[in-house]
Structures are given as structure tokens and as C-alpha cells.
């Protein structure tokens, strides 16, 4: 506790506290808690892997409830059970200024996620929650798809590794019909099936909020989802790794890949996709205009669909990332992807370069608004980077 005093009094100006790996029982918990309900410029504090237990928290909740300054709180690896939850979550129904909660790795349960679920009906900062790990069924799940129709803020949530199955998923994809706020999901390595992926699928065809969706680890082969791709317009990243795909799967996607216009990080490792399946997202490649990135590490692609992989970066020069590790490729095609995946990153930089002089120049002309109507997504990217 001297340490953590000592810590407190050297940050009468900093805002960050960093208590990683420190040792910090339930007791020391509690007095950093007493400190925080006086402390009025700390708005990080990294509190991870230590043993603050269900008391620890009980006591940070209450500090909480009058603290106006933190906005990040990361409680990873803490033996966190239900109780501790429930006291964050009563606490969240009150705070006005936390913005950041870390809760993975610790044993919160459906039980704390239920408490959890009900906070988020109420609060009104909170846009980032991470939740991984904590043995998460579907009935805490179910509880926070409630949640998500009320919710405006959270923007952010972390469910990987936990136990959500296709009752859990299907109420979050009911969820995200009426939520106008999610657009990072992330659901890799749960117990998802194809009804699960049926039901994400429907939404994602009227869906326009969700830009990542990671389903990585599922058994999510339905084509389904795929297909919704063809209609999507708001999907930029989707990860289906090591969801036993397979060449259809990956035909499947590349003929929505000839019709999405959004997609730009396809995550596809360890799918059992082999050339079958590498000659038909070449092939979209040739005329494909979005991706940029394309994972295909650990699948059965030998020369053949490398090959064509090859012949297709001849043409395309937009893909910046192509990741072919630990295939069957015996020949040097790996050395010929990476010298045209370099020529394009570089003339991507170039690009960007001369958007940024002519939005330079349209500005001192008092005519930057111009290209929106010629152009709006290069308007919009440009916007971005200028």
C-alpha cells in the first residue's frame, strides 16, 4: 500500500496509473479505491494481472459511483467472479465518464454478464467492453442482445472465447437489426453453428453500422453469410478463420467478393482452402478494387493456385497484404507476391500523397467540397487522411 501511495502522490499531474503484474490483493484494491473517490486527474489506470477478487472490484465499483475523471479501467486477469461484476455493473448505472472496461480473463459467468447487460441499458459513456474469456453462455449473451436494442453508446464488444452458441448468437443478431451504435463484434472461438450464422447473415443484409464482424474459430461453413456479402455495404473486416470452409466456402466467397464494395481485411487462415478455392479469389481479384488485405496462412494452396494468385497481382493494385505462410508452395511464387504487394503499398503511399496536394489545393481555392460530388468515397478517405 506504501507503493501504491508513493505512486498516487508522484501523479498529482500525470493521468495514468500502471499497476500491471504488481501483486495487488483485495486490500490494496480497496485503498487504491479510497484514493480514487478523491483523485481528481487520473483518467487511465492499467490494473491487470494481479488478485483483486470479487472484493477489489466491489471496492473500485464504489469508487466509481463518485469518481469524474477515469475513463479507462483494465481489470484483465483478476479472479473477478459474478459478485465483483455486479457491483461494476451497479456502479456503471451510475458513473458519467468511463468510457474503456477491460473485464476479459476473468470468471464473470452468465450470472455477472446478466448484471452487466442491465447497466448497459442504462449507462451512457461506455463505448468499449471487453468480455473474452469469462465462460460466457447464452443466456448471458441473450441478456446482452437485450441490451444492445437500448443501448446508443457501445460501440465496441470483445466476446471471444467464452460458450456462445446459436441461441446466443441469433438474439445478438436480433440485436443488431434495431442497434445503431456496434460496429466492432467479436465472437471468435465460440460454439457458433450454422443456424447462428443463418441468423448473423439475415442482418447483415440490412445491417449498415457494423464494420468488423470476427468469427474466427466457429463452425460457421454455411454459405449463407457469404452471400450476404453481396448486399452489405458497411462491412470492412471479416475474419472466418479456421471455420473448416474449404474450397466451396472460399468459391463461395469470392463470387461475393465480385459484387461487395466495402470489404477491405478478409481473414481466412487455417480453412483447409486449397487451389480450387485460391484459382477462384484470384480470379475476383482481377477485378476486385477494395481488398487490401487477404489471409491465407495454413490452408492446402500448392504452386498451382499460388500461380494464379501471381498472375492476378499482375493486374490488381490495390491488395497491399497477401499471406500465403505455411502452405504446400514449393517454388518461389512467396518472393514474387511480396515484391508486388511492396510496389503497390508503394504506390498506395504515392496516391495518397497527391489526394492530400489536391484537397491542398482545392482548399485554397475555396473549392475542397467539389470532388464530394464526383467522387464521394475518395472525398471521404481523403477527408480523412487531410
Known sequence: MDQIQQLLDKNTTNNILILECRGIDCRTAQFLAEALKINATLSTIYLQSNQIGDQGAQALAEALKINTTLTFLHLGHNQIGHQGTQALAEALKINTTLTWLFLGYNQIGNQGTQALAEA????????????????????GTQALAEALKMNTTLTTLYLHNNRIGNRGTQALAEALKINTTLITLDLENNEIGGQGAQALAEVLKINTILTTLNLGSNQICDQALFEALKINTALTTLNVSGSQIGDQGAQALAEALKMNTTLTTLKLHTNQIGDQGAQALAETLKTNTILTTLDLIWNEISDIGAGALVETLKMNNTLTELNLSNSVIKSNFKSTIDQKLQINIINKKRLCCLQILCLEKLKQLGRISEIKSLNPIIYDSCLMKY
Request: hydrophobic residues 35%; aromatic residues 4%.
Open 120 to 139: 448497459l441499458k442504462m449507462n451512457t459513456t461506455l463505448t468499449t467492453l471487453y468480455l473474452h474469456n469469462n465462460l460466457i453462455g447464452d443466456r
